[in-house]
């Protein structure tokens, strides 16, 4: 079946990003307009992992923070949560948020807007998570996002998770760590800022957070393995295919790929799960 970009992509249905400059849009609308649906730096595996340890049952009211085209948004349907709300800034991805129904009685929205100020009910969720979106903001947003997850949950049942890009390891020479923060802009054309493992654990503990388990995995978005394990076999082939009619986008592409593979000692995926801290009465 064909996937959702290659729908949109032959339907001609717009994709975030359309219109941009291949040399100059962020590198994940770059590969959403190639046809990739998994924008996230450790695939779907280790997504799937996530959604395991959430334990997303039919008496959960999720709420994704960053959906895009819902290629998780799919697999957390099939867990048919009492309800499923989609979350993201841009346009066109929650146009295609739209269109998503679960193979059960899910009710399932999207709604267009911040992540930090999402205008959703105190409480309104059992489970929040989301993924490749906290590492784009600068750290003080990186706050408000995890401020504002915590403000959505309920908070006897709450679970919160992430699924973001690590540097690694913890003790990690900073005059490198930003280095390779340059790199990694100066190659996706987004303020990228990834955390280390316990940079990342702190963030969520010093916003009302207690992190229950964590698992990393190796950043490999571009590598052929991994990206045929995310895409298929078919899909992958298409979106190649692709990159190699059209120059300026292979130029880029290739260029983020070396970047990953320049820096892949440093460079992890990881995913935090994490309840709510009590509060003292
Ligand atoms: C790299 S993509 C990741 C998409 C998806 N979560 C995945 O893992 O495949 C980043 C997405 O985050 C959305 N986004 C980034 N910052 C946001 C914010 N502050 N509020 C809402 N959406 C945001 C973008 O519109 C984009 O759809």
Known sequence: ???????????NISLPGDG???????GHWLLARLGKRVLRPGGVELTRWMLDALGVDPEDRVVELAADLGAT?????????????????????????????????????????????????DGCATVVYGEAMLTMQPCPAKRRVVREARRLLDGSTGRYALHELCLLPDDLDPALADRITADLQDAIHVGARPLTPSDWSELLITEGFTVTAQ????MALLEP????????????LRI???????????RRVLHMRHVFRRHSAHLGAISLLAVPTPTRA
Do not use: C, H, W
């Open 215 to 218: 698992k990393t995995a190796p």
């Open 73 to 121: 948004a799919r697999l957390t349907l099939t867990r048919r949560p009492a309800a499923y709300t989609a979350v993201d800034r841009d346009v066109a991805a929650v146009a295609t948020l739209s269109t998503l129904t679960g193979p059960g009685p899910t009710e399932a929205r999207a709604v267009r807007s911040d992540a930090a100020a999402t205008g959703l009910p």
């Open 1 to 11: 079946m064909a996937s959702t970009n290659d729908q949109a992509l032959q339907q």
């Open 240 to 250: 190649a295919g692709r990159a190699l009619r059209d120059p300026s986008a292979l």
């Open 225 to 236: 393995r991994r990206l045929i394990d995310d895409e298929g076999l078919i899909p992958a």
């Open 20 to 26: 941009l400059d291949a040399a100059r849009m962020p």
